[in-house]
């Protein structure tokens, strides 16, 4: 099944997403959006066209595991995002997804304005992968 996983920002919103194996995440792009409201039917739009079957919205979680404002936000977000798509959206745990989407920019030698519109769509995929990582040890499990 492909899955969208959303990187949710006030201003940019990364998006990524995996081929129906659930093999390979990529990320797909950013959305520029301020409106809460737009944005949600922004990423609405790109779940219908790339089809995909569930969406992962990242959950900023403290690093003590409590929820401060930003974690309710998204959860607002995805909750919004479940009733206009008609899709499931989970929350996933995105702690420690933007350094390691810095890091990757840093190996790649990516600076500037260039890292500023792509940080947001690699911590997407960062948030897929450890999501697709998640399912395939529970299929593991049940084997």
């Not at 995002?81 to 989407?101: F, H, M, Q, S």
Request: with cysteine; proline share 2%.
């Amino acid at each position: 099944m492909k899955i969208l996983a959303v990187d949710f920002g006030d201003v940019r919103t990364g998006l990524a997403v995996c081929d129906r194996t659930e093999f390979l995440a990529s990320p797909i792009g950013v959305i520029q959006e301020r409106n809460f409201g737009e944005c949600v039917l922004k990423v609405s739009y790109v779940a219908q066209e790339y089809g995909v079957g569930e969406i992962i919205v990242g959950h900023p979680k403290n690093m003590d595991g409590s929820e401060g404002e930003r974690a309710q936000k998204c959860e607002m977000f995805a909750s919004q995002l479940e009733e206009v798509t008609g899709l499931p959206v989970k929350l996933w745990d995105e702690r420690r997804t933007t350094i390691t989407a810095h890091n990757i920019l840093n190996e790649t030698d990516t600076r500037g304005k260039k890292r500023k519109e792509v940080v947001d769509a690699v911590a997407a995929t960062v948030i897929l992968e450890s999501y697709l990582r998640y399912r395939e040890l529970q299929k593991e499990n049940k084997e």
